[in-house]
Structures are given as structure tokens and as C-alpha cells.
């Protein structure tokens, strides 16, 4: 069956940095391209960063960009985020999604997998 599994979270000070993970099991993950999502409570699910079936095409939205880092090993059926320089604002639940279209990522509806998603917490 097919599966989507985050690890790496937990609470963090600011400043800090954390790796998250994602396995992929059960589809051909090569295939897909991949993405990490995370909502805050009281907001919209919100992309922040997407890296291409074969790991070359990656993009980090503004809010993140020289902080966080995207990557995946397909050997693996792996990703991961790098999380650095994490401030409050990045608290949220951090969830892979795994989709066909590049034209695609920003699209939710668009998505054949998600993770249930793994917490960050920062704070002093």
C-alpha cells in the first residue's frame, strides 16, 4: 500500500535547525515530484519548497529561501528538508506530498499522495 512517512520533527529554539524525512513506499517514486506543505494552526496549507523526480529542479518559496533546502535520493525513495536559522513563524505540521505535474505543485487537488505529517515547534 502505498505510504508517505515523515520523521525529524520536534521542538526546536530559534535559531535552530532541524532535518526532516520523508519515505515513500509502495509507488514508483521516481515517477513523482515532491513537496513539503505545512500548515499553522488557524492558517492554509502553504508549499515551501518542491524538488523534481530526478532531485536536479528545486524551488524554495521566498519565506524559506537560504534557510531551508530540498533534496531527495531516489535509492532511497527519500527526501528530506534541511531547516536552518528556524524562527517562531515556522511552527506549523510539516506534510510530503507526492504529485505528476511540475505545473502542478501549488495545486492540493492535484496531489495522489500525502503524509500524515510530522510537528515543528519553535520557541524559547
Known amino acids: 500500500q502505498v505510504q508517505l512517512v515523515e520523521s525529524g520533527g520536534g521542538l526546536v529554539q530559534p535559531g535552530g535547525s532541524l532535518r526532516l524525512s520523508c519515505v515513500a513506499s509502495?509507488?514508483?517514486?521516481?515517477?513523482?515530484?515532491m513537496t513539503w506543505f505545512r500548515q499553522a494552526p488557524g492558517k492554509e496549507r502553504e508549499l515551501v519548497a518542491a524538488v523534481g523526480n530526478f532531485g536536479i529542479s528545486t524551488l524554495h518559496v521566498d519565506s524559506v529561501k537560504g534557510r531551508f533546502t530540498i533534496s531527495r535520493d531516489n535509492v532511497k525513495k527519500t527526501i528530506y528538508l534541511q531547516m536552518n536559522s528556524l524562527n517562531i513563524e515556522d511552527t506549523a505540521v510539516y506534510s510530503c506530498?507526492?504529485?505528476?505535474?511540475?505545473?502542478?505543485?501549488?495545486?492540493?487537488?492535484?496531489?495522489?499522495?500525502w503524509g500524515l505529517g510530522t510537528q515543528v515547534t519553535v520557541s524559547s
Open positions: 509502495g509507488f514508483i517514486f521516481k515517477d513523482y515530484h
Open positions: 506530498g507526492a504529485v505528476k505535474r511540475w505545473a502542478d505543485i501549488r495545486d492540493i487537488k492535484s496531489y495522489d499522495y
